[in-house]
């Protein structure tokens, strides 16, 4: 509950705040937030399946995020930023999806 | 991922005693594949509710607040329409400046266009207006010229009183040319205008103009220079000895204004057409 309740003052303080985003971290923002959402679908599934773990959502999370960033500057310093972000949106979106998939199935049971 | 398996199970257990009854315990003991979904819904509404505070609850809570924050920053980002760009590669926003150039560049012919038609139509109605002016103008000119407008300006006056009656036409016609050659603009005698095409005959004991029969005394008003008109009467051997050796008095006024209001109607001639059109 507490975890939904951050989610929404998040969201809300965002709107809010609308803060400029730095022109640093600018492309790296879209995928990290993908990944991000990836790193709590797998912890929602993590913990229907009763094997959540908040260290390894912490990790997971993290890990996530600065990966996706990394691949994202990697892209951009070689000069095919743009395909391999394409990319790490669609392997995310994958992941996304089979996790909602097993969400889904322990939800409603189908 | 063998690890996770067993300390959420603990966890589970050792914050919710209560809360978890017996039967589920029971169930998921003899039949583990259902189990796992109905567990696993039910672990989803006990995490909701109640709510409790917990080290894993406030961690994820801090995460999902990061996510959530980033997530609407993002959005707000991207949906701001200035901004819209920001997130563009740069050969997007070559593309897209290209494309603005293009756009300008068309923009921009077409104001020229537009702008060289406007011209055009200007100066045309420029042209048709100084046109209809000229037309007025000359219209006014021939009018004083062919006795249809009344005109008036400096000028003199011509008093020929004739009592014996033995002024004839030919003298009012040479007083009349003498006049028309000392540059007299226009000319009338008695309340008759006299134009281009006047006649003058002796009719009994005056004089007709154009069919007029006009008696004495004869006034000229006469518009022109008074310094030429005068002079020209006046010259030895002129106009004024002549009607005078006829036993006429003549006299001469000078006058700043004089004002020829006898009007002929215009009439459209019969025979002859413009040729210039």
Same mark, same amino acid.
């Given at each position: 509950?507490?975890?939904?309740?951050?989610?929404?003052?998040?969201?809300?303080?965002?709107?809010?705040?609308?803060?400029?985003?730095?022109?640093?971290?600018?492309?790296?923002?879209?995928?990290?937030?993908?990944?991000?959402?990836?790193?709590?679908?797998?912890?929602?599934? /993590?913990? &229907?399946?009763?094997?959540?773990? +908040? *260290?390894?959502? $912490?990790? #997971?999370? @993290? =890990?996530?995020? %600065? !990966? /996706?960033? &990394?691949?994202?500057?990697?892209? +951009? *310093?070689?000069? $095919?930023? #743009?395909? @391999? =972000?394409?990319? %790490? !949106?669609?392997? &995310?979106?994958?992941?996304?999806?089979?996790?909602?998939?097993?969400?889904?199935?322990?939800?409603?049971?189908? | 991922?063998?690890?996770?398996?067993?300390?959420?199970?603990?966890?589970?257990?050792?914050?919710?005693?209560?809360?978890?009854?017996?039967?589920?315990?029971?169930?998921?003991?003899?039949?583990?594949?259902?189990?796992?979904?109905?567990?696993?819904?039910?672990?989803?509404?006990?995490?909701?509710?109640?709510?409790?505070?917990?080290?894993?609850?406030?961690?994820?809570?801090?995460?999902?607040?990061?996510?959530?924050?980033?997530?609407?920053?993002?959005?707000?980002?991207?949906?701001?329409?200035?901004?819209?760009?920001?997130?563009?590669?740069?050969?997007?926003?070559?593309?897209?400046?290209?494309?603005?150039?293009?756009?300008?560049?068309?923009?921009?012919?077409?104001?020229?266009?537009?702008?060289?038609?406007?011209?055009?139509?200007?100066?045309?109605?420029?042209?048709?207006?100084?046109?209809?002016?000229?037309?007025?103008?000359?219209?006014?000119?021939?009018?004083?010229?062919?006795?249809?407008?009344?005109?008036?300006?400096?000028?003199?006056?011509?008093?020929?009183?004739?009592?014996?009656?033995?002024?004839?036409?030919?003298?009012?016609?040479?007083?009349?040319?003498?006049?028309?050659?000392?540059?007299?603009?226009?000319?009338?005698?008695?309340?008759?205008?006299?134009?281009?095409?006047?006649?003058?005959?002796?009719?009994?004991?005056?004089?007709?103009?154009?069919?007029?029969?006009?008696?004495?005394?004869?006034?000229?008003?006469?518009?022109?220079?008074?310094?030429?008109?005068?002079?020209?009467?006046?010259?030895?051997?002129?106009?004024?000895?002549?009607?005078?050796?006829?036993?006429?008095?003549?006299?001469?006024?000078?006058?700043?204004?004089?004002?020829?209001?006898?009007?002929?109607?215009?009439?459209?001639?019969?025979?002859?057409?413009?040729?210039?059109?």
């Amino acid at each position: 509950m507490i975890a939904v309740l951050g989610l929404v003052v998040g969201v809300v303080a965002g709107l809010l705040v609308r803060p400029e985003v730095p022109a640093v971290v600018e492309p790296y923002l879209p995928i990290a937030v993908v990944a991000a959402l990836d790193a709590v679908f797998g912890g929602l599934r /993590a913990m &229907l399946d009763g094997i959540f773990d +908040d *260290k390894v959502f $912490v990790v #997971s999370f @993290l =890990s996530n995020v %600065v !990966v /996706a960033a &990394l691949i994202v500057f990697l892209g +951009d *310093k070689l000069g $095919v930023g #743009s395909q @391999l =972000s394409t990319g %790490v !949106v669609v392997v &995310l979106g994958i992941r996304i999806f089979s996790n909602a998939a097993a969400i889904r199935r322990h939800v409603f049971r189908a | 991922m063998s690890d996770h398996e067993e300390r959420p199970e603990h966890r589970l257990r050792r914050e919710l005693p209560a809360e978890v009854p017996a039967a589920p315990e029971a169930e998921s003991a003899a039949e583990p594949k259902p189990e796992a979904g109905l567990t696993g819904r039910r672990r989803l509404v006990q995490g909701l509710w109640p709510p409790r505070v917990s080290r894993a609850q406030l961690i994820v809570a801090v995460l999902l607040f990061g996510l959530g924050f980033g997530l609407a920053v993002q959005v707000a980002s991207n949906s701001d329409s200035d901004s819209a760009l920001r997130g563009a590669r740069q050969e997007d926003l070559v593309r897209i400046l290209d494309e603005l150039d293009d756009r300008t560049q068309r923009l921009e012919d077409e104001k020229t266009g537009l702008e060289k038609q406007r011209q055009e139509l200007q100066s045309s109605s420029d042209q048709a207006a100084e046109a209809r002016r000229q037309t007025a103008e000359k219209e006014r000119q021939l009018g004083i010229l062919a006795g249809t407008v009344a005109a008036q300006g400096p000028g003199i006056t011509m008093t020929v009183d004739d009592p014996k009656g033995t002024v004839q036409a030919d003298m009012l016609l040479d007083a009349v040319q003498e006049l028309r050659a000392a540059g007299a603009e226009a000319i009338q005698v008695n309340g008759v205008r006299v134009i281009a095409g006047t006649y003058l005959n002796d009719s009994g004991k005056g004089v007709s103009v154009d069919g007029n029969k006009i008696t004495q005394p004869y006034v000229f008003r006469v518009i022109g220079k008074p310094q030429d008109l005068e002079p020209a009467l006046n010259i030895p051997g002129g106009v004024v000895q002549t009607l005078e050796k006829e036993q006429a008095t003549v006299t001469v006024q000078r006058s700043a204004k004089i004002i020829v209001d006898a009007l002929r109607p215009a009439k459209q001639p019969d025979y002859a057409r413009s040729s210039s059109q």
